[in-house]
């Protein structure tokens, strides 16, 4: 006897620490498993793993566990719109974990990010960004009235941009709109400001689907391409979300739709 004793005691030590059960709800036992999973899940969201986090979940579980058995006896996770939000969430997490696991089987390597760099450089080289202001108004006649007095020195450009802009923002500013590429300019006003030297003011007004534009170029230079270390978290975001759209689309191309 002493010996089945001591074998069942050692069984008894041996057994995996998740074996063990950290608190009981009417019946139904919550492991140290269940726990340290989800720890797990709130370290991953940016939590961090302690005593009193560890205390705070092992709390949460039993009043969840507490409250679900109450539905459950109610019978309310038998109701149909129950069952219709139960179904989506489970079709929620089966998304999100096959994503996952496409992404940690498929990961985006340096080597990706680094020629994605390069090309999106590439692209880039000899473009040109521009400083520019702009006064926006609604009609062609009083653009070009307004144009005439600020070529004439009746009235500076900045304070025109501030009494007479439609496009209140930049008119508060004298009509400055920052530096930027033309390509972020809608086509009119894109091609008028590719045309213009530096310091230069449009010859004549300008007109988009805003209006009438009256344009002046301050300054022009190259555009600086960022290094690899400022952009490759959103680079890298960028070719994480481009590889799930076409696992998605190679999905929805396999399947047997009708």
Same mark, same amino acid.
């Given at each position: 006897?002493?010996?089945?004793?001591?074998?069942?005691?050692?069984?008894?030590?041996?057994?995996?620490?998740?074996?063990?059960?950290?608190?009981?709800?009417?019946?139904?036992?919550?492991?140290?498993?269940?726990?340290?999973?989800?720890?797990?899940?709130?370290?991953?969201?940016?939590? *961090?793993?302690?005593?009193?986090?560890?205390? +705070?979940? /092992?709390?949460?579980?039993?009043?969840?566990?507490?409250?679900?058995?109450?539905?459950?006896?109610?019978?309310?996770?038998?109701?149909?719109?129950?069952?219709?939000?139960?179904?989506?969430?489970?079709?929620?997490?089966?998304?999100?974990?096959?994503?996952?696991?496409?992404? /940690?089987?498929?990961?985006?390597?340096?080597?990706?990010?680094?020629?994605?760099?390069?090309?999106?450089?590439?692209?880039?080289?000899? +473009? +040109?960004?521009?400083?520019?202001?702009?006064?926006?108004?609604?009609?062609?006649?009083?653009?070009?009235?307004?144009?005439?007095?600020?070529?004439?020195?009746?009235?500076?450009?900045?304070?025109?941009?501030?009494?007479?802009?439609?496009?209140?923002?930049?008119?508060?500013?004298?009509?400055?709109?920052?530096?930027?590429?033309?390509?972020?300019?809608?086509?009119?006003?894109?091609?008028?400001?590719?045309?213009?030297?530096?310091?230069?003011?449009?010859?004549?007004?300008?007109?988009?689907?805003?209006?009438?534009?009256?344009?002046?170029?301050?300054?022009?230079?190259?555009?600086?391409?960022?290094?690899?270390?400022?952009? *490759?978290?959103?680079?890298?975001?960028?070719?994480?979300?481009?590889?799930?759209?076409?696992?998605?689309?190679?999905?929805?191309?396999?399947?047997?739709?009708?």
């Amino acid at each position: 006897m002493k010996r089945i004793a001591a074998f069942a005691l050692t069984c008894a030590l041996a057994a995996p620490v998740y074996a063990q059960t950290i608190a009981t709800v009417n019946g139904k036992n919550i492991t140290q498993k269940d726990l340290d999973q989800f720890v797990a899940v709130l370290v991953e969201q940016g939590a *961090k793993d302690s005593p009193e986090l560890r205390e +705070q979940v /092992k709390q949460e579980m039993v009043n969840r566990l507490a409250v679900v058995q109450a539905a459950e006896k109610a019978g309310i996770d038998k109701t149909n719109q129950v069952q219709q939000e139960l179904e989506l969430a489970r079709q929620s997490i089966l998304v999100r974990a096959l994503m996952a696991d496409y992404l /940690k089987k498929n990961p985006v390597t340096e080597a990706d990010l680094t020629k994605e760099y390069n090309t999106i450089k590439a692209m880039e080289e000899g +473009q +040109q960004e521009y400083k520019v202001r702009h006064i926006l108004v609604k009609d062609e006649a009083a653009a070009k009235d307004l144009l005439a007095k600020i070529k004439s020195k009746k009235i500076s450009f900045a304070d025109a941009a501030k009494k007479d802009s439609i496009d209140t923002g930049s008119g508060q500013q004298g009509g400055d709109l920052g530096w930027a590429p033309s390509s972020t300019y809608v086509p009119e006003f894109a091609q008028a400001v590719e045309k213009m030297k530096k310091g230069e003011l449009s010859a004549a007004p300008v007109q988009s689907q805003f209006g009438w534009h009256i344009i002046q170029v301050d300054d022009a230079r190259p555009v600086t391409f960022p290094a690899m270390a400022e952009v *490759k978290p959103q680079l890298e975001e960028m070719m994480r979300q481009r590889k799930l759209a076409e696992y998605q689309q190679k999905i929805l191309k396999e399947a047997n739709i009708k």
